[in-house]
Each structure stands twice: as structure tokens, then as C-alpha cells.
């Protein structure tokens, strides 16, 4: 049996509605070298027989007598692939026709990529990705929280054998996250700039049942990271990057606001002489700062001071988007700033 280039895994669990529309996206792929791993975790609906309608020889069914969780259908997949680069696809996504062809040749052009994410549309709206490219600001971002559109990654299979890397149940709600930072270790990570994925919001989404989860889990992966990093944080400092990367900033205490400011502008100091670079960590803190600004001000709080206070420019890419928010977030049509 020959191996194929890549293996899709896409895990199931009574996702009837949409599991066909999925399917169908990968096997009308324009590359063609793949096996698509379906992993049904014990669903209740008639995933089974939709999935089973389909004879397409590069499909490898696989059922769990009992659901055991995303983590463990997960890993299920990463245990039966033969690929050398593995790919991720949820059962309520659909990918563009051009999305393998694209990462299968970044990967094969950039051998020290380990990860590879695309741009994402969001299904039923124009609202489109906007996540890093870069793997220095990637590395960054993560301190933050995840940058990579998780049904949309494609990983270099041998880096996660070699490393015996899966997802993780100490990382649970946030498994994703978990394994980005430990990949991040082992070579660049990167994000496509093109959309190669539409991607659907619903309000079963797992993202949204298991949040306070997520929550817990996220911190428990960011503090990991740092020290993975080489990064000694102390209690209060990481208080704050926790309510920065969670938004959970009381906006309408200035002091608050102004605390933030503070850290943002401090971190790439916390940082120094880790593995994070810092013009990529001023990027990425000005962007945190920059977003945080622009919800206060949509709030109606006065921010313009606080904003020229701490607003991290280094590079001429950054003075045109200054530029460009100070304009739209701080001035009227009348060019009087708004209060």
C-alpha cells in the first residue's frame, strides 16, 4: 500500500448536520496524495451510515466502542496516520479546494516548519482571520493565546513522532493550545495569509460549552510556555498577561487600563534573554494594547490619553497602523476627538 503524502484527521461525535459538507471538501481536494482519518467517537446520531455512504478508497473509518473525548479521537488519528504531514479538519468546517495544495508546498519549501495554520472565513458572513504571519510573532502571540484556526493546521508528522507529541489530557479544553506551545519548541510555526478554510460558529460550539474549562487549562499551558521559554514571571505580572490574553479587564477602571499599559510595555524586559524575540514582542504587545484601547473607546471611555501613554511603535509598518487607529478610533468625522 503506498503512503501518502498527508493525513486528514477528522474526529466525529454526533455532528450529522454537517459531517457530509466536511467530507466532501477534503476528498475534492485538487491535491490528491492524502487518507482522511475519520474517527467517530461513539456517536448516538447516523453519523455512521452518512459516513458510510461513501466509497472513496483514501478513507480510513474508524469507530470507538465508547466516547472517550476529542483528545482521545484525536490521538487515535495521529496513532494511525502514515502521512508526513498530518492535517486537521473538524466535522462542521469546510475547506477551500487549494488548501493542501498550498501547505503541502510551504511545507516542502520550509523544512524547519513544524506547524503550519491558514487564514479562516467565517461561514454565513464576510468577517475573515486576521492572525499572525511569522514565526517570531507567532511564537509571541502565544503567550496570549492561541493564533492558529485549529481544523485549519497541517503538522510535519516526524517532528511529533520523534518528540512523541499528542494532544493531551492535562490540556484538556484547550489541547490545541497545549500542543502549539510544546511544537513551538522544536522549529518555526507559521500561519498562511490565504483563507483556506470557511468556519462555522454555532452555540453548541465546544469552544463556548467548556470555556471555564478552557480558561483553567489556558493558564495552566501559558505558564508551562514561559518556563519551557526560559521566562521567570512573578505572580503579579502574570495576573495581568492572564487578563489580557482571557479580556477579562474591567474597562472601565482606568487604573486598570493603565496597569496593562504598563505590563505591555515592560514585557519584552520580563523577556529578556529568553527565547522570544523582542521587536516580535513589541509587535505583538502594541496589537494587545491597540485592541484594548479601541473596546474601551467603542465603550464610551475617554482613552486617548492612556493610549498615546503606551503605544510600543518601532517600525514604519507600525506608525501607518497607528496612524490609521488614531484616526478611526479617536476622531469624529468632525476631526474632534470623541470623549
Known sequence: MDVPKISVILPVYNGSAYICESIDSILKQHFADFELIIVNDASSDNCKELINQYTDSRINYIEHAKNEGL?????????????????????????????????FDFMEKNENCVLLGTQIQILDGIKSSKMFCGSEDLKSSLLFG????????????????????????????????????????????????DICLKYRKHHSQYTKVFSNEMIQASRYIRNNYLKACGVSMGENDLETLNMIAEKSANIADESVIEKIGCFLERLSTICAGSRFNADSLKKVSYIQWRQLCGERQKKGYGTYGLYKKFHFRHSIKDLRTHAWFFRHIFFKKNNMYSV
Do not use: C
Not at 71 to 98: C, E, F, H, W
Open 71 to 103: 483528545v482521545a479521537a484525536l490521538n487515535t488519528g495521529i496513532l494511525l496516520a502514515r502521512g508526513k504531514y498530518i492535517a486537521r479538519m473538524d466535522q462542521d468546517d469546510i475547506s477551500m479546494p487549494n488548501r493542501l495544495q498550498l501547505q
Open 146 to 193: 492561541t493564533s492558529f484556526a485549529h481544523p485549519s493546521v497541517m503538522m510535519r508528522a516526524s517532528v511529533l513522532r520523534r518528540s512523541e507529541l499528542f494532544y493531551e489530557e492535562r490540556f484538556k479544553h484547550a489541547e490545541d493550545y497545549g500542543l502549539w506551545t510544546l511544537l513551538a519548541l522544536h522549529g518555526a510555526i507559521e500561519n498562511l495569509p
